[in-house]
C-alpha cells in the first residue's frame, strides 16, 4: 500500500508566506521608474524569482526522495561540501574582501550557506548512530569537530558572519545532552568581551581581584570553591589578556569598527583610553583614512537603518512608498536589511506582526523536532530550527542597530540564491523526515 505524504502543511504554509512576503519587499526596495516590471531578470527582485522558482523544483525533489536517502548520504555531502570549501579558498570568487563564492556566468554560488545544511546532517548522523550518545570525551570531540571544521573553513574564507553561524549548533547539542555550564560559560565571556571593550583592562582585571578577595573572606572554610574562584578567575585574567591583543593587532579595522559602532563607542575615544598605559599591549592606531571610513561607512549603515525603520512609525508609509527606500538610503537593504523595507512601509504593528509570525514559524520547526521519534531527525529538525533562529536573532539585531553588522541574510527574505534554495532544502529535509515519523505512527494505529 502506498504511503501518504504527510507533510506539515500549517509549517509549509507559513514558509510560503515570508518567502513571497521576501519577494515583495525586495522588489519595494530595488524598482525604480525605468525598472519596475516584476520580471525584469536584470534587477534583483527579478532574479529572486528564477531562486524561487529554483527552490520550488528542489523542495519538489526532496519530497519525492526517499527519506532514508538522507541518512545514508549524511556524510557523503559532508565530505563533498568540504570539499568545496577548500577548493574555494584556491580559486573562489572576491566580493567585499570575502573570498566565499563560485562565480557561474552571471550568479554566484555561496557554498557556506551549504555547509550548514551538510554538519547538520552528519551531527544528526553521527548522534542518530546506534548507541552513540553526547557523553564521552571522544563522542563530544567528534561532536565539536564536525561543527567547527566548515566554520574554520569559512572563516579562512574571510566571511566571520556565515562562520559564527555554526555557533548556532550549540544550541542542538544542548538539546541532547550539552551540560548548561557551557552555555552560562559563554554568556560569561561574552560579557568579559563587552566589559573589555568598553573600560581599561586593567579596571575589569582590579574588579575580578576584588570580587575574589570577597570570596576568599566569606567562604574560606571552602576550600574547593576558593579553588574553582582562583581558577576562573586566573583563566578570566588570560582571557581578558587575549582579548586586548586580538581585537587591536588581530581584527581588522573594519572588523573592530563595526563592534564600536555597535556598543556606541567613538573609534578615537577607544584607541586613545587603550593607550593612555592602560593596555597591556602595544596598539597601533589606525590610519586617518580607517577611521574616518568607520564613521563614514559603518555607523552610516546603522543610522540609516534606524531612521528607515523609525520613519515607519505606527502604520508604516505602505507599500512601495518608503521615503528612504526609494531614497536608496540605506546600503544593502535588499540583502541585509531587508528589515529596514518592513519597518518603513508596514510600521511598528506591522513589525510586530511580522516578527511574531516568524517566531510561531520557527517555534513550529523546534515543536516539530521535538516530536520526532528517532535521534537522527530530531537533531537535524534542532539543526534547521536553531540556524533560522540565529539568522533571524542577529539580522534583526544588525538591521536594529542592537548587534554589530557581521553580512547575514534574513531566511527567506533576503535577496540571494544560495540562501534561499540552502535553507528550503534544510526546511523540506526536515518536513520530509517528520512526514516519514507520521507514516511509522499510521503502521501500528
Given at each position: 500500500m502506498?504511503e501518504?505524504?504527510?507533510?506539515?502543511?500549517?509549517?509549509?504554509?507559513?514558509?510560503?508566506?515570508?518567502?513571497?512576503f521576501?519577494?515583495?519587499?525586495?522588489?519595494?526596495?530595488?524598482?525604480t521608474?525605468?525598472?519596475?516590471?516584476?520580471?525584469?531578470?536584470?534587477?534583483?527582485?527579478?532574479?529572486q524569482?528564477?531562486?524561487?522558482?529554483?527552490?520550488?523544483?528542489?523542495?519538489?525533489?526532496?519530497?519525492?526522495?526517499?527519506?532514508?536517502?538522507?541518512?545514508?548520504?549524511?556524510?557523503?555531502?559532508?565530505v563533498?561540501?568540504?570539499?568545496?570549501l577548500?577548493v574555494?579558498l584556491?580559486?573562489g570568487?572576491f566580493?567585499?574582501?570575502?573570498?566565499?563564492?563560485?562565480?557561474?556566468?552571471?550568479?554566484?554560488?555561496?557554498?557556506?550557506?551549504?555547509?550548514?545544511?551538510?554538519?547538520?546532517?552528519?551531527?544528526?548522523?553521527?548522534?542518530?548512530?546506534y548507541?552513540?550518545?553526547?557523553?564521552?570525551?571522544?563522542?563530544?570531540?567528534?561532536?565539536f569537530?564536525?561543527?567547527?571544521?566548515?566554520?574554520?573553513?569559512?572563516?579562512?574564507q574571510?566571511d566571520?558572519?556565515?562562520?559564527?553561524?555554526?555557533l548556532?549548533?550549540?544550541l542542538?547539542?544542548?538539546?541532547?545532552?550539552?551540560?548548561g555550564?557551557?552555555?552560562?560559560?559563554?554568556f560569561?565571556l561574552?560579557?568579559?568581551?563587552?566589559?573589555?571593550?568598553?573600560?581599561?583592562?586593567?579596571?575589569?582585571i582590579?574588579?575580578?581581584?576584588?570580587?575574589l578577595?570577597?570570596?576568599i573572606f566569606?567562604?574560606?572554610?571552602?576550600?574547593?570553591?576558593?579553588?574553582?574562584?582562583?581558577?576562573?578567575?586566573?583563566l578570566?585574567?588570560?582571557?581578558?589578556?587575549?582579548?586586548?591583543?586580538?581585537?587591536t593587532?588581530?581584527?581588522?579595522?573594519?572588523q573592530?569598527q563595526?563592534?564600536?559602532?555597535?556598543?556606541?563607542?567613538?573609534?578615537?575615544?577607544?584607541?586613545?583610553?587603550?593607550?593612555?598605559?592602560?593596555?597591556?599591549f602595544?596598539?597601533?592606531?589606525?590610519?586617518?583614512?580607517?577611521?574616518m571610513?568607520?564613521?563614514?561607512?559603518?555607523?552610516?549603515?546603522?543610522?540609516?537603518?534606524?531612521?528607515?525603520?523609525?520613519a515607519?512609525?505606527?502604520?508604516?508609509?505602505?507599500?512601495?512608498?518608503g521615503?528612504?527606500?526609494?531614497?536608496?538610503?540605506?546600503?544593502?537593504q535588499?540583502?541585509?536589511f531587508?528589515?529596514?523595507?518592513?519597518?518603513?512601509?508596514?510600521?511598528?504593528?506591522?513589525?510586530?506582526?511580522?516578527i511574531?509570525?516568524?517566531?510561531?514559524?520557527?517555534?513550529?520547526?523546534f515543536?516539530?523536532?521535538?516530536?520526532?521519534?528517532?535521534t537522527?531527525?530530531?537533531?537535524?529538525?534542532?539543526?534547521t530550527?536553531?540556524?533560522?533562529?540565529?539568522?533571524?536573532?542577529?539580522?534583526?539585531g544588525?538591521?536594529?542597530?542592537?548587534?554589530?553588522?557581521i553580512g547575514?541574510?534574513?531566511?527567506?527574505?533576503?535577496?540571494?540564491g544560495?540562501s534561499?534554495i540552502?535553507?528550503?532544502l534544510?526546511?523540506?529535509?526536515?518536513?520530509?523526515?517528520?512526514?516519514?515519523?507520521?507514516?511509522?505512527?499510521?503502521?501500528?494505529?
Open positions: 502506498e501518504k505524504l504527510h507533510i506539515d502543511w500549517l509549517t509549509v504554509g507559513l514558509y510560503i508566506i515570508i518567502v513571497m521576501g519577494a515583495v519587499n525586495i522588489y519595494s526596495a530595488n524598482n521608474l525605468e525598472h519596475h516590471f516584476l520580471f525584469d531578470f536584470k534587477m534583483e527582485y527579478g532574479k524569482i528564477i531562486w524561487m522558482s529554483a527552490s520550488a523544483l528542489i523542495v519538489f525533489l526532496v519530497l519525492l526522495t526517499d527519506f532514508k536517502f538522507f541518512n545514508y548520504s549524511a556524510y557523503g555531502i559532508y563533498v561540501v568540504i570539499l568545496l577548500i574555494l584556491a580559486t570568487s566580493n567585499k574582501g570575502a573570498q566565499a563564492w563560485f562565480k557561474i556566468g552571471a550568479f554566484k554560488l555561496q557554498p557556506s550557506e551549504f555547509a550548514k545544511y551538510a554538519t547538520g546532517l552528519a551531527l544528526a548522523k553521527f548522534l542518530g548512530t548507541v552513540i550518545k553526547f557523553e564521552g570525551k571522544r563522542n563530544m570531540g567528534i561532536c569537530a564536525i561543527i567547527f571544521f566548515p566554520m574554520l573553513l569559512t572563516l579562512a574571510n566571520t558572519g556565515s562562520a559564527l553561524v555554526f548556532s549548533f550549540i542542538v547539542l544542548f538539546r541532547e545532552g550539552l551540560s555550564w557551557w552555555l552560562i560559560l559563554g560569561y561574552v560579557l568579559i568581551f563587552v566589559l573589555t571593550i568598553l573600560y581599561p583592562s586593567l579596571y575589569i582590579i574588579g575580578l581581584l576584588l570580587i578577595t570577597f570570596i566569606m567562604y574560606k572554610k571552602h576550600k574547593q570553591l576558593i579553588v574553582a574562584s582562583i581558577l576562573v578567575v586566573t578570566s585574567v588570560g582571557f581578558i589578556l587575549s582579548l586586548d591583543f586580538v581585537f593587532s588581530i581584527l581588522k579595522p573594519h573592530q563595526r563592534i564600536l559602532v555597535t556598543l556606541n563607542q567613538d573609534v578615537e575615544e577607544y584607541y586613545a583610553n587603550k593607550t593612555n598605559g592602560f593596555s597591556f602595544k596598539v597601533e592606531l589606525p590610519k586617518k583614512e580607517d577611521k571610513k568607520s564613521k563614514r561607512d559603518y555607523s552610516y549603515n546603522v543610522r540609516q537603518s534606524k531612521i528607515s525603520i523609525g515607519g512609525q505606527w502604520i508604516g508609509n505602505g507599500f512601495n512608498n521615503t528612504q527606500t526609494k531614497a536608496k538610503l540605506v546600503p544593502e535588499h540583502t541585509d531587508i528589515f529596514c523595507t518592513v519597518g518603513e512601509e508596514y510600521g511598528f504593528i506591522g513589525s510586530v506582526l511580522f511574531g509570525l516568524y517566531l510561531f514559524f520557527i517555534g513550529r520547526i515543536y516539530l523536532a521535538e516530536r520526532q521519534k528517532n537522527f531527525s530530531r537533531v537535524f529538525g534542532y539543526s530550527g536553531s540556524i533560522i533562529l540565529f539568522h533571524f536573532f542577529i539580522n534583526i544588525m538591521a536594529m542597530g542592537l548587534l554589530p553588522v547575514i541574510p534574513l531566511p527567506f527574505m533576503s535577496y540571494g544560495s534561499l540552502s535553507f528550503s534544510m526546511l523540506f529535509t526536515f518536513l520530509k523526515l517528520d512526514a516519514n515519523r507520521v507514516n511509522e505512527l499510521s503502521r501500528f494505529s
